[in-house]
């Protein structure tokens, strides 16, 4: 299952999550933006698997509505991964973020129009949101 990326799209007051890849990421990913979530692990529920690597990325849960768009995308690695991402909201939108400074160095609210002027770690994303989000 490590070829499905699963990503939570949040919204909140009309304003959607990103969040900045640290300077000591990956050298494709340094400086780049991205929805939070990631891959599935085996014998993982696909709900679950977004829910989980939320939390463990910024430490808050969601609540999923519904999926926006599939596609696909070429990984850092060079593997073709097939993407899913969903509609989501905060289940509690005073609670602070806690950021896996691993893998996020920011998170920022931005308006839609905006995440097609940031580097996004993959343009596909871009792609497959461009009807929804414009």
Known sequence: ???????????????????KYPDKAENRARGKYDMRGGRLNVDEG????????????IGTEIGVKRILNTGTFTNLSGL?????IYEAFL????????LEEAEVADVLWIEPKEFFTLPIIYPEYQ????SILL
């Open 1 to 19: 299952l490590g070829q499905v990326n699963q990503k939570a799209l949040i919204k909140k007051g009309g304003k959607v999550l990103l969040v």
């Open 91 to 98: 289940i509690d939108e005073q609670k602070p973020f806690k």
């Open 46 to 57: 696909t709900l679950d698997g977004l829910k989980r690597e939320v939390f463990e990325e």
């Open 80 to 84: 073709v991964n097939f993407f899913v």
């Open 127 to 130: 792609e497959a949101l461009r």
